[in-house]
């Protein structure tokens, strides 16, 4: 009876410290994802004309046409 008390007990132990290291990796990435953000640069509020070109699908020449 007792070895089966002692493999339980391995078998929670080994659970226990699985969690640990979740724990510890997941407060690892969210320090990363928080440092990440702080370090990453601010995006611009207005695209150029090739830019808008490009996510529109629209050729460019087009939209300097409008505008002047």
Not at 20 to 37: H, N
Request: glycine fraction near 8%.
């Amino acid at each position: 009876m007792l070895g089966g008390r002692q493999r339980i007990l391995k078998v929670l132990h080994g659970i226990s410290d699985g969690i640990r290291e979740l724990q510890a990796g997941a407060q690892v990435e969210r320090q990363l994802s928080v440092a990440s953000e702080r370090t990453a640069p601010p995006q611009p509020l207005l695209l150029s004309i090739d830019e808008a070109a490009e996510l529109t699908g629209i050729k460019s020449s087009l939209f300097r046409r409008s505008l002047s």
